[in-house]
């Protein structure tokens, strides 16, 4: 059993699937289609097996949406362009 945040949602599994920790570190390139076909094969299979981890990336997606979506902040004319000196 894993220590992390859904720990408790492990099974018993070979490492050709996927676990839960497998598809917390995965959710980026799952969702910047940058998945081997099979490897992306066996992520969708799990989240369809595993109601824990389906539920954790419809939340990750839907904030990563959410991020998406603000407004980029402006640079005030008062802000540097460049590091300070001391910094380079």
Known sequence: MGNGTLGWL???SSKDEFD???IR????DYFDEEMAPAHEAKFQSHMNDCPGCS???NIFRATVVTLRDLPRPS??????TAAPAHLS
């Not at 640079?75 to 540097?80: F, G, L, N, Q, R």
């Open 55 to 57: 539920t954790f990336v």
């Open 25 to 28: 570190s995965n959710c980026p």
């Open 75 to 80: 640079a005030s004319p008062a802000t540097p």
């Open 10 to 12: 492990r099974r018993g």
């Open 20 to 22: 839960p920790d497998d």
